[in-house]
């Protein structure tokens, strides 16, 4: 591992903070806090911290002796000096004193002790950096020195190869109680660069940020020069089977027997995300044959557990043409591992008094040999979080079975760690919006009514992903929405293409909840005159459009068996034709029908289908310049033609997107046509 630091790099941050009015240390302690932040083998998704010892102005303009330490849930690649929080110094040190602190007591007194009352919360590991007596302390889970300490006699490695330069600490869980016993190790050996904490990580120290972040550096490479040698062949790879099914067909299985009923509301489902991960690494990983021995024994780092639980599933290696075999294991293999789950909280709760909550008992990472492993979360971010760990963590026990055997700490202290209050406030704990861990597939994404609903769905917590026929199109729809958006070029007129982009969408995600079939385009003619080919075109997009997207959807959907919900744009030409709009019409007419059948034929299967009329929406169809002719024919301005209704009043995108929404919505609605056309009692159903 090699040192980042470059002088004039480092001075750099000094002149632009020093703009800002940041003194020279905390510029310095940003700096090489984001050279560690950045490098995903010292430190990943909040894992880690640093601080820097200073004086620095309060509220009332006196100089006050402060320790800026890394806040809770901050990202040191991106840090800035606003997420180190400065805490009085003295005021810390005080509690060194204490035979014992509570969690609630530390994280008062913690934030009693801050300059700007406003600031996030220091990080719970805020009293060791504050009772060790250097200038500048640093903190990481570095890869390498936890394939080391994760072994029955990784105390005893580290001792031997740290000699004199670290010195080592037993397993503590973090907090006031690991900041005691940390100091007084350090006292003993004040001459170390570094501390070794068995089981989670390591600490470097110094005068400088220099000093502390190049010790970091060389007590890291120390580790992984110490993990090449001597190293046995790992792993010895099991029997599989001759072919794997693909990542299209296993994930909305896996996905389905990773999610649970709503026992609050029929028909309500508590559903995953996915995010896939292979590489060489990690099918060598999830190849071996002893992956169920190497793969249990608990997290590489015990902060990793609030987002990844204890132990990941394991499925059976997935077979080509035997699908049905492979549903029927994993559906076991998540039944098993919930039990394992509720039986562990049972116990564990009873040994701590019996005053926890259990949090939701289903797996959050998947090994399936033969294929990959599966990231699990309610969002795409918390499984891209959930992913990275668990790759991480492969590294990690990869190394660890090279050199020796991997171990972690033992249930009781996963158990205290996963159910510790400090550790739950990390993960926020903001409502859940009411398609949270739905996917949204919605064609014709490009288009104004596709942009609208997709916003619509993103805003209530569903993952949306934007098919278009332009891909660049369904690419600025995606930035109009932002977060984790996906684009895909699909043409609905092709049933390969839509069968493409559906696979793209379980590999994003690992499965359709929910699909919004947008897609169409106009054609006009009188019925008796018209071309043939020009019907048979709009047929291909109204209404086979409309059925290969949902044939792709409901494959899906019977795959993860969690229901589902198709809805379809039709048009209120379905029921209440236009002069020379039958080439536009007839086929939403089929397509109407269509939302009939597949309520009837899917129903027993929880899945729902129903469809909007909407009529004059400004759009692509409906363009500003066709509006203003329409306008001119009729006599009447153009606020008049677009609002010729009952009501009086325009109809939007936006209105169309909220009944698509409520439709969605409605777990008790199947076989519905909602009209948004501001009232035409010519085109009412009856
Ligand atoms: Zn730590």
């Given at each position: 591992m090699k040192s980042g630091w470059v002088d004039s790099e480092a001075q750099a941050a000094i002149d632009r903070y020093a703009g800002e009015g940041i003194g020279r240390d905390l510029a310095l302690r940003v700096y090489t806090t984001r050279l560690l932040g950045r490098d995903p083998k010292l430190v990943l998704h909040g894992g880690g911290n640093t601080s820097v010892k200073t004086t620095m102005a309060d509220l009332l303009g006196e100089q006050v002796a402060v320790l800026c330490v890394k806040g809770s849930g901050s990202d040191m690649a991106t840090i800035?000096?606003?997420?180190l929080p400065a805490v009085r110094l003295d005021r810390l040190r005080k509690l060194r004193a204490r035979a014992a602190l509570s969690d609630e007591d530390m994280v008062r007194i913690q934030r009693d002790g801050l300059l700007e009352p406003a600031a996030p919360n220091p990080s719970v590991e805020t009293l060791l950096h504050a009772f060790l007596p250097h200038k500048f302390v640093d903190h990481t889970h570095a890869n390498a020195i936890l394939s080391i300490v994760d072994q029955p006699d990784g105390e005893a490695i580290c001792a031997e190869l740290y000699d004199g330069r670290a010195s080592v600490v037993p397993y503590v869980m973090p907090g006031f109680g690991l900041a005691k016993t940390a100091a007084d190790i350090y006292d003993c050996e004040p001459a170390v660069e570094g501390l070794i904490l068995h089981k989670h990580g390591i600490f470097t120290f110094g005068d400088s940020a220099r000093e502390a972040y190049e010790r970091m550096i060389a007590l890291v490479t120390l580790a992984e020069q110490r993990l090449q040698k001597n190293r046995k062949a790992v792993f010895v790879t099991a029997q599989l089977p001759q072919a794997i099914a693909p990542l299209a067909a296993v994930a909305p299985i896996l996905r389905g027997a990773c999610s649970r009923k709503d026992e609050r509301i029929e028909g309500a489902w508590h559903r995953m995300i996915l995010d896939f991960r292979t590489s060489s690494a990690i099918l060598n990983f999830v190849n071996g044959g002893e992956l169920v021995r190497y793969s249990q024994p608990g997290v590489v780092t015990p902060d990793h557990t609030i987002r990844t639980k204890n132990w990941p599933l394991v499925t059976a290696a997935p077979e080509r043409e035997r699908t049905d075999d492979f549903k029927r294991a994993t559906r076991a293999a998540v039944t098993a591992f919930v039990q394992r789950y509720e039986e562990y909280f049972a116990r564990q709760n009873a040994r701590t008094g019996g005053i926890k909550r259990p949090l939701d008992p289903l797996p959050r990472v998947a090994l399936v040999p033969g294929l990959g492993l599966f990231g699990l979360g309610r969002s795409k971010k918390d499984a891209r979080i959930a992913a990275d760990l668990a790759q991480c963590a492969a590294e990690i026990i990869t190394d660890a079975e090279a050199i020796g055997r991997f171990e972690s700490i033992s249930e009781a202290e996963m158990f205290d760690m996963e159910y510790w209050s400090l550790e739950q406030a990390r993960l926020g704990r903001a409502a859940e919006k009411p398609l949270a861990g739905q996917v949204t597939v919605i064609t014709g994404a490009g288009g104004t009514i596709g942009v609208a609903t997709a916003k619509a769905f993103a805003a209530a917590g569903a993952e949306v992903a934007l098919l278009e026929l332009d891909e660049r199109a369904a690419e600025d729809s995606a930035k109009a929405i932002g977060g984790a958006a996906l684009a895909v070029q699909c043409d609905v007129t092709s049933a390969r293409s839509v069968s493409d982009a559906f696979a793209q969408v379980v590999a994003a995600f690992g499965g359709v909840d929910i699909v919004v079939s947008n897609a169409g385009a106009a054609w006009q003619g009188r019925i008796g005159e018209v071309d043939e080919e020009v019907l048979r075109k709009s047929f291909e997009v109204n209404f086979y459009g409309h059925q290969r997207v949902a044939q792709a959807a409901v494959k899906i959907m019977l795959a993860q068996g969690t229901g589902g919900c198709l809805l379809f744009n039709v048009s209120k030409q379905a029921v209440n034709p236009g002069p020379n709009f039958g080439p536009y019409g007839l086929p939403k007419a089929a397509t109407l029908f269509l939302v009939r059948q597949y309520a009837v034929d899917y129903g027993a299967d929880g899945i729902r289908a129903n469809a909007v009329n909407a009529d004059r929406i400004r759009s692509g169809l409906l363009t500003d310049a066709f509006i203003a002719e329409r306008a001119k024919a009729r006599g009447v301005s153009e606020k008049d033609y677009l609002s010729g209704n009952l009501l009086g009043r325009e109809v939007t995108a936006d209105d169309v997107a909220q009944a698509f929404l409520h439709q969605a919505l409605e777990l008790k609605t199947t076989g519905d046509v909602t009209t948004v056309d501001g009232g035409n009692i010519a085109a009412a159903l009856r």
């Open positions: 800035e000096p606003a997420d």
